[in-house]
């Protein structure tokens, strides 16, 4: 499906406050996104913090015994992780699509968020005043759409791994 936008429908004089418009939701929706996350992230690091203190003892010695607290902690904990994946999802598509918008709104020959803007976002070196500018090799690997994910499913896999710890249902107990 295509977008009902045409640029050449829009008098001229209000394509720039159009293209600020444009900025101001792809801003806004970058704001959202992160806040969003910033609060799934401090309520797995709670969660992380309760299990880590019921696994151990005072002399921090690992317990592997059965603890039904525990395993409703990482139920839990699995459980926030998957709303919090379903709406990074949500808001990283609402970002990428409010960021379209800007370079398809940008007026001509402006370069900004089209052109460099977009080739830079993408991992490629541009030129700017006789400077060469790139992500470097880091920057192209862990982008932040690929790199939440990423740390959302360490949450699961972690939780995972303690379940098979503290089941009360004797999955795996292993003593250190």
Request: overall charge positive; hydrophobic content about 45%.
């Amino acid at each position: 499906m295509k977008s009902l936008f045409k640029k050449e429908l829009i008098p001229a004089k209000d394509r720039e406050k159009l293209y600020e418009l444009a900025l101001k939701n792809s801003m806004h929706e970058g704001v959202v996104l992160w806040s969003s996350s910033q609060i799934f992230l401090l309520a797995n690091t709670i969660i992380t913090d309760f299990i880590t203190n019921g696994l151990f003892d005072e002399q921090k010695k690992f317990i592997s015994d059965p603890n039904p607290p525990i395993f409703v902690i990482c139920l839990l904990g699995i459980i926030i992780s998957f709303v919090w994946l379903g709406t990074y999802q949500r808001r990283s598509n609402y970002y990428k699509f409010r960021a379209t918008q800007v370079r398809q709104r940008e007026p001509e020959n402006w370069n900004l968020m089209a052109g460099d803007g977009k080739n830079f976002a993408d991992g490629d070196t541009i030129e700017i005043c006789g400077e060469k500018l790139n992500l470097g090799f880091l920057g192209k690997a862990f982008r932040p759409n690929k790199s939440m994910p990423i740390l959302i499913t360490l949450f699961i896999i972690m939780y995972i791994v303690t379940i098979f710890f503290v089941s009360p249902f004797k999955v795996c107990y292993i003593n250190f």
